[in-house]
Nanobody
Framework: QVQLVESGGGLVQAGGSLRLSCAAS????????AGWFRQAPGKEREFVSG????????YYADSVKGRFTISRDNAKNTVYLQMNSLKPEDTAVYYC????????????????WGQGTQVTVSS
């Protein structure tokens, strides 16, 4: 059973930065791709960024491209999301997931999720 725990969220002013972490335990997380999604109140969970098992291939939603960077440290079983130039529209609960099937962009491709971490960006 894989457990994912996100951390690093908080309140930040527009233009600021945060670094989210997703620490995995209980399974072979390092052998799988991973992704970050976010969900704002009243909206569906949406793809933010994905990374393959090696860290070599990364994927981003257009809305965060150039501002967010995903990375991973397989020795620590941890995936990171560095978020710069934050905007109020980035406000959401951010979730990390372990990717099980091919498509990084869809929620059903992920079989394990963390509990989420709140990111709030004030204007």
């Amino acid at each position: 059973q894989v457990q994912l725990v996100e951390s690093g969220g908080g309140l930040v002013q527009a233009g600021g930065s945060l670094r989210l972490s997703c620490a995995a335990s209980g399974g072979t997380f390092r052998m799988y791709g991973a992704g970050w999604f976010r969900q704002a109140p009243g909206k569906e969970r949406e793809f933010v960024s994905g990374i393959d098992w090696s860290g070599y291939s990364t994927y981003y939603a257009d809305s965060v491209k150039g501002r967010f960077t995903i990375s991973r440290d397989n020795a620590k079983n941890t995936v990171y999301l560095q978020m710069n130039s934050l905007k109020p529209e980035d406000t959401a609960v951010y979730y990390c997931g372990r990717r099980r099937t091919c498509n990084y962009y869809y929620v059903p491709s992920y079989d394990y999720w963390g509990q989420g971490t709140q990111v709030t960006v004030s204007s």
